[in-house]
C-alpha cells in the first residue's frame, strides 16, 4: 500500500471524508491482487469535496481532464459533467507517474452516509482508513459489471462466506 500511502495521508490530514472503494479495498479485504488506481468515495457535501481537492493537489497531483480541479468542489460544474459528460470519476495523477492516480467518484455509488455506516476501519501503518464493507463492495462491483470486477465478486464472496 506504500504507492498510496501519500494520497490517503493528505487526505486524512485535511480532514476529508471518505471511503475506500474498489481494487485497494477489495486488497484489504484479504484479496491479493494488482491495482493501478486508489478508487475513492467522498462525502460530497459541504466543503469536503474541495479539501479533497486541495489535499491532492498539494502532494503534486493534477486532474487528468484539462480543467481546473478546483471546479469539482462547485456541486453544479460536478453535475453538469455528469450529466453532460457523463463524468463517474474525476481523475487526478502524478505527472512523474502514471501508476500515481486516484479517482474520485463524481456521485456516491452509495447514499455516502450509508456507505460510511457500513464501511470498515483499517490501519494501514500509521494511519487509519475506511473501505467499503464486503457487501458494498461485490453490490458497486455487480454495477461496474467488468471482468474484473465479476472476478473480484467471486473472491470477495468466498471471504465473506470465510472460504478464504
Known sequence: ?????????????????????????????GH???????????????????R???????????PLLPVDAREFADPATRRTWVTDRHLMVFTFADPDD?????????????PFEELWERSVDVRLGSISVRIASLDDLIAMKRVAG???DLADIAALELI???DR
Open 146 to 148: 467488468r471482468p474484473q
Open 1 to 29: 500500500m506504500t504507492l498510496f500511502e501519500p494520497i490517503l495521508v493528505a487526505l486524512n490530514g485535511s480532514g476529508v471524508r471518505f471511503v475506500v472503494v474498489g481494487g485497494v479495498a477489495t486488497v484489504l479485504h
Open 52 to 62: 479533497a481537492v486541495d489535499a491532492l493537489l498539494a502532494i503534486g497531483l493534477a
Open 160 to 162: 465473506k462466506r470465510g
Open 32 to 50: 491479493p491482487r494488482f491495482t493501478a488506481d486508489l478508487d475513492v468515495a467522498l462525502d460530497l457535501s459541504f466543503d469536503n469535496p474541495r
Open 98 to 110: 502514471p501508476f500515481h492516480h486516484v479517482d474520485l467518484f463524481a456521485e456516491d455509488p452509495v
